[in-house]
């Protein structure tokens, strides 16, 4: 209907119609109407809120009228939404405007045909793949991966957390994976109900390879049921969520769980944890056997100058970006920087045992230079060899 100053779009179905006491509630965020159908036909419960809102962008109406079918009669049930909105751009100010709708577009995201773990190489050089961060940003930013099949919900949780994140997206389970093997993210969070691979798969698989064993995952369902979410629990889910949520506490949950791990990065960090040998670690995890063995690796090479990141990331069969935010997020430390803290820390206990003159002990960690030596264990351990001697 077009009366020269409006745009009216009415649209009506023929389905089981929708309850008077529901109609108030269609346009709030998360909220479903309860209906007959199967739970794989239902939405977020996002759809409308964002139509209210785009219309309500453009200075426009929309109003819902519907009638309940009523079983065993001949009574069809219907419902109707009717959006108004007014004609030419009078209303709208300039930075309403958006001239260029390429920037509307959503971008397709990588999918691969890589099986999941496959993508380090023996000589340490990192894979390049379209659409990931690069890995200089990798390395140094907290990255949050965000799983979700539902465009809207997506986009969503991305908003909610990109001012304090860098926000990776995956389409499913398969593609969340894969992702999460290629850029060891800091945290993700997760839908349960996906195609090709469901949250419990996700959280299985990646809880059981060493490249991202460590890594937080939240799970967050339509399913409220106590059993539903032991299952998640118990596969290995670090937290849980039932839609609808309170985006506030999804951030406080993500803070938190970030906070843990900086916790664990001050234990394995702390130099009585660098050497095997000097404490035992419980080997009941798999982050603990990796790091148990990273220090095998170092200790095999301590003496050598010349043992670079290259050779550390072929012996522990990762790529550097894999290793170093393996090691990142376990200790606080980069792939580089750790090994020269394994290295002062077995000469800061040599020095206390008094194995020999600082300079002998310099060299047989792999230091070329004592005086690089010297400036490097006071960097470490905020004093010089010399002061440690006496």
């Known amino acids: 209907e077009n009366d020269q100053k409006h745009v009216k779009i009415k649209i009506r179905d023929n389905g089981i119609g929708i309850a008077k006491e529901e109609i108030p509630k269609l346009f709030d965020r998360f909220y479903q109407v309860d209906s007959s159908f199967t739970r794989e036909y239902e939405g977020t419960g996002i759809g409308l809120a964002l139509t209210k809102e785009l219309v309500e962008l453009h200075h426009g109406s929309i109003q819902v009228k519907s009638r309940k079918a009523v079983a065993g009669r001949s009574c069809s049930g219907w419902t109707e939404f009717s959006v108004e909105l007014p004609l030419g751009r009078d209303y709208l100010k300039d930075e309403d405007i958006i001239k260029d709708v390429n920037k509307l577009i959503e971008p397709e995201l ?123 629990l118990e596969t290995g889910a670090d937290d849980y969520l039932t839609k609808p949520f309170d985006i506030k506490e999804l951030q406080v949950r993500v803070k938190n769980l970030i906070i843990t791990r900086k916790k664990l990065q001050e234990k394995y960090g702390k130099p009585e944890n660098l050497l095997p040998g000097i404490k035992d670690l419980k080997l009941n995890s798999i982050d603990e056997k990796f790091m148990f063995r990273v220090a095998q690796v170092i200790d095999k090479h301590i003496a050598e100058e010349e043992f670079d990141i290259e050779e550390f990331c072929s012996e522990v069969a990762m790529s550097r970006t894999q290793l170093h935010r393996k090691l990142k997020a376990l200790t606080g430390k980069s792939a580089s920087l750790y090994i020269r803290s394994v290295k002062l820390a077995r000469a800061k206990k040599m020095i206390e045992e008094q194995q020999g003159i600082i300079s002998e002990i310099a060299y047989s960690v792999g230091f070329s230079s004592p005086a690089y030596f010297t400036r490097c264990f006071k960097e470490e351990f905020g004093y010089t060899p010399s002061e440690l001697k006496k």
């Not at 593609?175 to 798969?201: C, F, H």
């Open 110 to 232: 990588p999918v691969h045909d890589e099986s999941f773990f496959s993508h380090y190489k023996p000589d340490g050089q990192t894979e390049t793949v379209p659409g990931l961060l690069s890995e200089e940003i990798q390395e140094e930013k907290t990255i949050i991966l965000v799983v979700e099949d539902n465009y809207d919900m997506r986009q969503y949780i991305k908003e909610s957390l990109d001012s304090f994140y860098l926000v990776e997206e995956a389409v499913n389970g398969e593609q969340g994976v894969r992702k999460a093997g290629k850029i060891i993210p800091d945290l993700i969070i997760s839908d349960m109900m996906m195609p090709k691979m469901d949250g419990n798969e996700l959280v299985r698989i990646l809880k059981n390879e060493e490249t991202t064993s460590h890594i937080p995952i939240i799970l967050l369902t339509a399913k409220a049921g106590h059993e539903d979410k032991l299952e998640g």
